[in-house]
């Protein structure tokens, strides 16, 4: 039948082995993307993403940094270039191509994106129900596992408009964890927070990276977020990736673009000179 | 000083030939829009049907939404059919009396309920009930990104939103339209024969001459084809919401206009199909 899904061959499995031990998780590669034939908001991005660390996407309001996000999980269609994936280029998977590919990733939406018409459980529970065949009580185990990782337990039985920001938050990370993923994104985890809450969240990306191995892509313009946290750091600025480096580099960068960026961001950089 | 003020506050007034522009472009741009919207439905149309038949089949939401679109529009469906088939019944036995043809007010509700207003009735309540709901539902879910947020973890958002929907769409509208015909024909009953004083027993048996299966299938088949359009209207609108909580509100308008135009022009449509008397 024409939905079957296509079987893995044993190459295909070996090149998957093969990927696993590849320091680089994510290659993007001359990504492009413009809306109904308007000017590109992505101008040919080109960066990688590094395994089991900690990856974070800056940039100022306008540089791309969403629609990045919104390719990056194939929510839309580039009209050009590559994200290898373990090696496989996303771009040209069809739906159900994408399917295993998408259980890679865990996605923290900005303000959670919990299904407001389910309680916390319930949602934890989603892509258990979504996509393999646990009993009723190896869900309620697991689901419950996971609210306890994140101290949320206590709201499990509640809906997420009767939680709070940072319930729904940590809510949402244990929905985003419960497949065990290999990669997480993060879109402007600590935005509209206040900065004790925002460092909490910080923590709560640091401890889950290293908790569980995962990949993290932390999209922010919060650059407390890069320093307490960040491993690795890319700035995307109109368009294209300014810089790519790591945390410790980038205040001794020469690059007046991130020069600028970092300065109104209230660090400070060394001397260019 | 405040005259010079008064002078710089004083509209420009446009010129002629940017009011014709302007009217010119209206011209052109309103039809491509229309031809557009069409295009657009057919595209969900077509991708509704094709996830309609894939697994996995989540029968758990098709019953949570005929609960919703069918049974939570049991009264709203049932009071308006009162009322519609008394209000027709008190009208049709009012003007036949001037004639002397009370007694052929019960054929002529029939008729006219069957074919015509229990499906369009029935549709236009589901419409301003679930409809509106349901736009507002799946539009509130696409500007908080729970709709990004089940396409991430490899959940079809048409297969898992609108597919349900629809089915219960089409299952639900001629339900709730058999429900209108017999309410109001009760209606048209109550009215004729206990306050106009016409024979019970005549009202039933010209209800039975004239009306026959064929009507009541054209008025099932009506009553399908305005489900699916109604729940495929409101699910697009939904989808395509942007911008918070005005955008949920344009969406929730969109869908409840747009579902009732629809209504109205299928069912002169679907109306000359069945009687094969050509649309125009």
């Known amino acids: 039948m024409f939905w079957r899904k296509k079987e893995t061959t044993p190459e295909e499995q070996a090149a998957a082995a093969a990927a696993a031990d590849d320091p680089i998780h994510i290659r993007v590669r001359d990504l492009v993307k413009s809306y109904d034939g308007g000017p590109q908001i992505l101008k040919g991005v080109t960066f990688d993403i590094h395994r089991s660390r900690i990856n974070i996407i800056i940039g100022g309001s306008g540089a791309g940094k969403s629609v990045f996000t919104r390719q990056l999980l194939r929510l839309e269609q580039p009209d050009s270039g590559s994200i290898l994936v373990d090696g496989v280029d996303i771009i040209p998977l069809d739906e159900w191509a994408l399917v295993p590919i998408r259980k890679k990733f865990g996605m923290v939406f900005q303000f959670g994106a919990l299904f407001d018409s389910m309680t ?154 | 000083m405040a005259e010079a003020g008064a002078e710089d506050q004083e509209p420009s007034q446009p010129s002629w030939g940017e009011a014709l522009k302007t009217v ?48 939570q529009s049991i009264f709203i469906v049932g009071l308006t059919g009162f009322f519609v088939g008394a209000v027709f019944g008190l009208q049709l036995v009012d003007g036949f009396r001037q004639f002397g043809a009370e007694n052929q007010a019960g054929s ?105 299966v064929g009507d009541v299938q054209q008025g099932l088949v009506k009553a399908a084809v305005f489900g699916a359009a109604l729940t495929l209207i409101a699910c697009r609108q939904g989808f395509l919401a942007s911008g918070g909580a005005a955008g949920v509100g344009r969406a929730t308008n969109r869908a409840v206009v747009q579902s009732a135009v629809a209504i109205l022009v299928l069912d002169y449509i679907v109306t000359g199909i069945i009687l094969g008397e050509g649309l125009f």
């Open chain 2, 108 to 212: 002529v509700v029939g008729l006219a309920l069957a074919r015509e207003l229990a499906p369009v009735f029935s549709a236009l309540m589901i419409t301003s009930r679930a409809g509106s709901a349901m736009a507002t539902e799946i539009a509130s879910m696409r500007v908080t990104n729970q709709i990004d947020a089940l396409t991430t973890m490899s959940v079809n958002p048409i297969q898992y939103l609108i597919v349900p929907r629809v089915i219960a769409g089409v299952i639900a509208g001629p339900v709730m339209t058999l429900l209108f015909f017999l309410i109001g024909i009760s209606g048209a009953y109550l009215v004729g024969v206990y306050l106009m004083g016409i024979d019970g027993g005549i009202f039933i048996e010209r209800v039975k001459w004239f009306v026959d």
């Open chain 2, 24 to 71: 010119g472009r209206s011209l052109v741009e309103r039809p491509v829009s229309v031809v557009s919207e069409i295009g657009t439905m057919a595209a969900l149309v077509y991708s509704t049907a094709r996830w309609a038949i894939r697994p996995p089949y989540r029968p758990r939401l098709l019953i949570d939404q005929l609960e919703f679109i069918g049974v």
């Open chain 1, 120 to 273: 916390v459980f319930d949602n934890v529970a989603f892509p258990l129900r979504e996509h393999t065949k646990m009993s009723a009580k190896e869900v309620k185990e697991r689901v419950m596992q996971r609210l306890e990782d994140f101290r949320v337990a206590d709201a499990a039985h509640k809906l997420p408009g009767q939680i709070s920001g940072g319930m729904q938050k940590r809510s949402a990370l244990a929905r985003a964890l419960v497949l065990e993923p290999q990669i997480l994104v993060y879109d402007e985890p600590t935005s509209g927070l206040d900065p004790v809450s925002s460092r909490r969240v910080d923590e709560l990306m640091a401890e889950t990276s290293e908790r569980f191995g995962v990949t993290s892509v932390i999209i922010t313009h919060d650059m407390a977020t890069v320093f307490e946290i960040g491993q690795h750091v890319n700035m995307l600025y109109q368009g294209r990736i300014e810089t790519s480096t790591t945390p410790e580099e980038i205040l001794r960068t020469d690059n007046a673009v991130v020069r600028d960026f970092l300065k109104a961001s209230g660090v400070s950089v060394a001397d260019g000179s």
